[in-house]
């Protein structure tokens, strides 16, 4: 806590009152005090870089250079990604990797190359290694993608953790995209990006960054193709990238470059190389395939935050029934839980809360409850008794309870790197499940404080289990919203075995796609939280975790009708849809901004409900490939420099092309478009891309484009699904996929394939089966060929 937090904290006294305030001045004293003791103090260091080979050690895939002051371990693997690791660090133990360490490529093997160096062989990059220890990527034709130079130490001289950098150079044409949810993205342009998950208030008061997902992950795209690169290690760190410049015909490029720095862990590293699609395919493989949200996740959801009771929700849902406004889910906030129990609902206000719940299932609406890492430090309380029996709280260095600040006061915090701890948080969600409660959302899992303005909550020397290896803090935070997550997701998979468990958080890792997805909360006040939005659901998309939203309505304590209207127009599109009212959200329900207000918010709604199909697949397809709902334009194409810049529009899967609106006063914008024809899904004009085209954004509603041929499931009057099938030019062919939900349950069901294609003057749609082509089996309606389309 530095000198502002301080006056922060001093000040929040006066609002958040005088107990709470003084709680979180004194966890911060604490919290200085117990890294005073417990981290060992700077001292003088050493320098090192790896120097010249000495030898070589032949393994399956690869195997071991020996330099003269470090080895490098290096192998292809299975998937086709190339690991290096520097001291001989082997890819495991990991929290990003899903289960083992991909198996090495046996056709992969150690081979010389020039100058006393060597190389490995992959399917589709070749991996050279400098007699020096630089690393280089080449494409199979011996284009370079990447090259890192001898990396650095500096090792404390009397022993310790040593601190580590990795300078990088990639083409000067080369876009930097990824290290997790960047409000400032999707391209990352020059500046350095930290490496912590911080909690958004925080950060937003000191114009930064929101980041409470991170990761040293980078997609790189340049002409030459494209490669994502990630460095595991959960330390702090911080990425400085400069991209490169061109020059222009001279032959003198100035190459781009990211060097990383680390406080500590492992230099170890994967790199996959290909496509946008192979390489998360390739990520997903390594990671882990990501959590398929049940079916009623992927409508629209309402975080109510409101502090009243059974009635007062009641009021709220009855009020979208009312006014014909979608609703999937709501969100509860901390109001509707006992301040003294983590676990248990207030039964004041909500004294018959499983009775309203099984009603509201039955209307088809799921209740969802708010759950944060903290414990209140209550003696009686079960909770605390039970986790200080069982030993499963953090601890600092001289052994003593580590105290934070929750909603309820003092607090503790469960040690989530031990599994004994997890599987014991895992099974306290029984309790809300009892309560009727059909999903989850985590919040503060940085985790940061509650009341000082996103402030660390454990200090950098509190211990952790790290599954038995042991550590602290400085090496568990980042990953410690992924295992919270991860306790949640086992313990429901354990208690209601037949249902996808709904898991959604704000803090995450690499990997934490496998447990959750991701909301990202208070991304900022104003026009430019609707721009941030957008970039941090791009940025954690081609970071693998393609399920993931914020939240529309905002927490800028006022709201302008156009504000509310373009965040909600935007949300309609994203995959995690969550609306939010109440006092700390800033503003009310739709009805309360005015009639006109509420038919284009109905209108962005009735859509959403209308495309779920079409979410449901795409939903299904991220599970099975790792690829995100939302893409950026140049995923297709990452080659056109014109898509490459763009980071105000983006692709919904393979058919639909969204142009949000970002700013004030807007009523027509620009939209560039990929290559192929592509129709203006409001009045149907078709245009031919590649090309810029200027179209109308009117206040009711926002541009889309569907792709020429594209068969896109949509959700028919009758509530069944239906086929939109978007005409293709003449003489080009289309298709689609189609992936049915039986509900919330974990099979798994067949992909249905569709075909589009010109039949003399009519379009003719099949379904390709294992018996051949056929009839379509569902309702097809054919788009695409004047005013009026046509029906088949």
Not at 250 to 256: F, K, L, P
Not at 641 to 658: M, T
Request: glycine content about 14%; charged content about 25%; some cysteine.
């Amino acid at each position: 806590m530095d000198g502002r937090d301080l006056v922060r904290s001093v000040r929040s006294v006066g609002s958040a009152g005088a107990a709470q305030g003084l709680r979180t001045v004194r966890a911060a004293w604490r919290r200085r005090w117990a890294d005073a003791r417990g981290l060992p103090p700077r001292g003088p260091v050493r320098a090192r870089v790896p120097g010249s080979v000495r030898a070589v050690e032949f393994g399956p895939g690869g195997g071991l250079i020996r330099f003269s002051r470090s080895d490098l371990r290096i192998f292809v693997a299975v998937n086709g990604a190339v690991f290096w690791g520097w001291d001989g660090t082997a890819p495991e133990p990991s929290y990003a990797l899903a289960g083992r360490c991909p198996d090495p490529d046996p056709r992969a093997a150690l081979e010389p190359d020039k100058d006393g160096g060597w190389r490995v062989v992959a399917e589709r990059m070749t991996v050279v290694v400098s007699r020096y220890g630089a690393v280089e990527v080449l494409t199979p034709g011996g284009v370079s993608l990447r090259r890192d130079l001898p990396p650095r130490w500096w090792e404390p001289v009397g022993g310790g953790t040593a601190r580590w950098s990795q300078r990088s150079e990639v083409p000067a044409d080369a876009r930097f995209f990824g290290l997790g949810g960047r409000a400032t993205g999707p391209r990352l342009r020059d500046g350095a990006y930290r490496l912590w998950n911080t909690g958004p208030d925080r950060v937003l008061r000191r114009g930064g960054d929101p980041v409470s997902v991170t990761m040293p992950a980078q997609m790189v795209v340049a002409d030459a193709g494209t490669h994502l690169v990630f460095h595991d290690s959960s330390w702090d760190g911080s990425v400085t990238l400069r991209e490169g410049e061109e020059g222009a015909g001279s032959g003198h490029d100035r190459a781009g470059t990211s060097e990383l720095r680390m406080d500590g862990g492992p230099l170890r590293c994967w790199v996959m190389v290909g496509t946008p699609a192979r390489v998360l395919l390739a990520w997903a493989s390594l990671t882990g395939a990501p959590a398929l949200p049940p079916a009623w996740a992927l409508g629209h959801q309402h975080a109510w935050w409101g502090g009243g009771g059974e009635e007062d929700l009641r009021r709220v849902v009855d009020g979208h029934r009312e006014h014909r406004l979608p609703l999937d889910a709501v969100h509860l906030g901390a109001g509707h839980l006992d301040s003294r129990r983590v676990f248990t609902v207030d039964q004041e206000r909500f004294p018959k809360l499983p009775v309203l719940a099984d009603e509201l299932r039955r209307e088809g609406i799921r209740l969802v409850s708010v759950v944060g890492p903290a414990v209140g430090a209550i003696p009686g309380s079960p909770v605390y008794d039970d986790g200080v029996n069982r030993d499963a709280f953090v601890r600092d260095a001289s052994g003593d309870l580590v105290r934070g600040v929750s909603w309820s006061g003092d607090a503790v915090f469960p040690d989530f790197t031990h599994a004994r701890v997890r599987a014991w948080w895992g099974a306290l969600y029984a309790e809300r499940l009892a309560q009727g409660f059909a999903g989850f959302w985590h919040t503060l899992d940085e985790p940061t404080s509650f009341t000082a303005f996103g402030e660390p909550t454990l200090p950098r020397s509190a211990g952790h289990a790290m599954e038995g290896r042991g550590g602290d803090h400085r090496e568990a935070h980042n990953v410690y919203g992924l295992c919270m997550a991860w306790a949640a997701y086992e313990g429901l998979r354990t208690r209601e075995p037949q249902e996808r468990p709904f898991v959604v958080t704000r803090s995450g890792w690499a990997g934490v796609q496998r447990y959750a997805g991701v909301w990202s909360g208070e991304v900022g006040a104003g026009w430019s939280g609707v721009r941030a939005s957008l970039a941090l659901v791009l940025g954690l998309g081609l970071c693998g975790i393609p399920y993931s939203g914020p939240d529309v309505g905002g927490f800028d304590g006022a709201r302008s009708p156009e504000l509310y209207l373009r965040r909600l127009q935007l949300g309609a599109y994203l995959p995690l849809f969550r609306t939010c009212t109440g006092p700390r959200a800033g503003g009310g329900e739709p009805w309360e901004l005015g009639a006109e207000v509420l038919a284009h918010a109905r209108a962005a709604l009735v859509e959403r409900r209308r495309l779920f199909p079409y979410f449901m697949t795409l939903a299904h397809l991220a599970r099975r490939t790792g690829a995100p709902y939302v893409r950026p334009l140049w995923w297709s194409a990452p080659e056109e420099r014109l898509l490459r810049d763009c980071e105000d529009a983006f692709l919904l899967g393979d058919c639909l092309l969204v142009a949000p609106v970002l700013g004030p006063g807007v009523d027509r914008r620009s939209v560039p478009l990929p290559r192929g024809r592509w129709y203006d899904t409001a009045t149907g004009q078709a245009y031919e891309g590649p090309a810029r085209v200027v179209v109308d954004a009117p206040l009711g509603r926002i541009p889309v484009f569907a792709r020429g041929g594209a068969v896109l499931p949509v959700r028919g009057e009758n509530g069944g699904t239906e086929l939109e099938v978007w005409a293709p030019a003449r003489g080009r062919t289309g298709g689609g996929l189609v992936v049915p939900d039986a509900g919330d349950e974990w099979e798994e069901p067949e992909i249905e394939r569709y075909t589009v294609r010109w039949s003399g003057a009519r379009i003719l749609v099949e379904r390709e089966g294992e018996d051949g082509v056929g009839e379509p089996r569902r309702p097809v309606r054919v788009r695409g060929l004047g005013p009026g389309g046509g029906q088949m």
